[in-house]
């Protein structure tokens, strides 16, 4: 259920001061950390993804080695890098 922070201008009361009450009425109400938490949220590969990545990264390890042992690849210096 979705709960919605609203707030009413006070009489003579400026946009400032209204912007304050609207984003302390929004802190205390929680939606802002429940928010972020659906937001950032990273659910966890499944075993199939697991398992392909790594199939993934062994083919290239063993391509790598292949190439560097017929003398096709030249390894960079790490000296270079940042």
Request: aromatic letters at 4%; charged letters at 45%; proline letters at 1%.
């Amino acid at each position: 259920m979705i709960t919605l922070v609203e707030v009413k201008r006070k009489k003579n009361e400026t946009f400032e001061a209204l912007a304050r009450r609207f984003s302390k009425k929004v802190q205390q109400s929680g939606r802002l950390i429940q928010t972020k938490k659906i937001r950032y949220h990273k659910s966890k590969p499944n075993k199939t993804a697991v398992r392909s990545a790594a199939s993934r990264r062994s083919e290239i390890t063993d391509k790598r080695e292949y190439l560097k042992k017929i003398g096709k690849l030249v390894e960079e210096s790490r000296d270079n890098r940042r």
